[in-house]
């Protein structure tokens, strides 16, 4: 019985505390890791391999891998980003960073609300920057999880460049469950490729310069074809029937890959006005009932920063609601 008390007392707390878990130990891939980091990139591999000897497998990541808020449906999701405080929060943050955020639209040609309402989605303005080491989530992740490894590998090791270059300590830095830093949660190969030092001092800070958060997602949106002035997405009626056909986008999105004339043809009616000529796509999302789009470029655009249709409509509906109260204030 002792035996047995003391095994159950250990994994009593390795519920209880998911960071006493045992080290990542893959010790083939972690060596040919170290090896990479060494001659691509001239680390030097005891160091690496003493940093990796410090990151810790962690079933919970794995857990949430399997579990993202994306797969819950519409009506659900958009409670969760659509709030008073969401709102409000976005209202107050666009106030005291007016000056910063005019210029930056005026650098990158996206508009404030869109990049405050991402922030706002992304970590509530920064009051929500992730609770998980960025290493353990990266080694969990690249080490023990192989529908994704590959992937988050690679960001492993676009997270020890960035630690190099942006003089980031690798073994404190904390994220989210997917290896997403700051305020915008960028993986580490977007910030290394899309962050940007919007207040002058000569470092990327993405956790405490509001200037290089707000002009990093700003370049993000550009460099991923963000059309100033145009519109995201507008709501859609199905008429009595809808032509054979037309590819209908769900969660996931799809490039626009029809014309806004060939919907109406096809039976799909809306408000705002449209160039027949102009790409979109149809886009159906489980509302109340079942809710009909019509997703422009923009919104396109908007899932190249979360490959989700409900991420790309709940950052659209949470930027208008945060522009309506902002120009109210103003």
């Known amino acids: 019985m002792p035996e047995l008390h003391r095994f159950l007392v250990l994994v009593l707390a390795l519920v209880l505390d998911p960071a006493m878990a045992e080290p990542v130990d893959d010790r083939a891939a972690t060596r040919g890791f170290v090896g990479d980091m060494a001659s691509r990139h001239g680390l030097d591999p005891a160091a690496v391999q ?3 000897d410090r990151a ?3 079933q919970d990541i794995i857990d949430a891998m399997e579990r993202p808020y994306e797969e819950r449906p519409w009506r659900e999701y958009r409670k969760l980003f659509l709030t008073p405080s969401r709102i409000e929060g976005g209202v107050r943050f ?12 005026l650098a990158y040609g996206v508009e404030p609300e869109i990049i405050v309402a991402v922030i706002g989605v992304e970590t509530s303005y920064g009051g929500n920057l992730g609770g998980h080491r960025v290493l353990d989530a990266l080694t969990t992740l690249g080490f023990s999880y192989p529908r994704r490894a590959d992937f988050f590998r690679h960001e492993l ?18 994220g989210s469950y997917a290896g ?3 305020k915008p949660q960028f993986i580490a190969s977007s910030y290394r490729a899309y962050a940007v030092d919007f207040d002058g001092d000569g470092r990327r800070d993405l956790w405490n310069s509001n200037p290089d958060v707000i002009a990093s997602v700003a370049n993000y949106f550009r460099d991923h074809g963000w059309q100033r002035g145009e519109p995201v997405a507008v709501r859609a009626e199905l008429g009595t029937r809808l032509a054979a056909g037309i590819p209908i986008a769900e969660k996931r999105p799809l490039e626009p890959n029809v014309t806004a004339g060939e ?4 039976g799909i009616d809306w408000r705002a006005p449209l160039a027949s000529s102009t790409p979109v796509t149809l886009i159906r999302l489980e509302g109340r009932g079942e ?3 019509v997703g ?3 919104f396109y655009v908007i899932t190249r920063y979360n490959h989700s249709n409900l991420y790309a409509m709940a950052v659209h509906q949470l930027s208008q609601e945060i522009r309506r109260r902002y120009a109210g204030e103003t």
Do not use: C, P, Q
Request: aromatic residues 10%; proline residues 0%; without cysteine.
């Open 157 to 174: 090791e676009e997270f020890l460049l960035l630690s190099r270059e942006e003089r980031i300590d690798a073994a404190k830095v904390l």
């Open 291 to 293: 809710e009909y789009w």
């Open 56 to 58: 810790r497998f962690r």
């Open 263 to 266: 919907l109406r043809v096809a």
């Open 180 to 182: 997403a830093m700051g």
């Open 296 to 298: 422009l470029e923009n």
């Open 94 to 105: 666009w106030r005291e960073n007016a000056e910063t955020l005019a210029r930056a639209e």
């Open 50 to 52: 003493a940093l990796l």
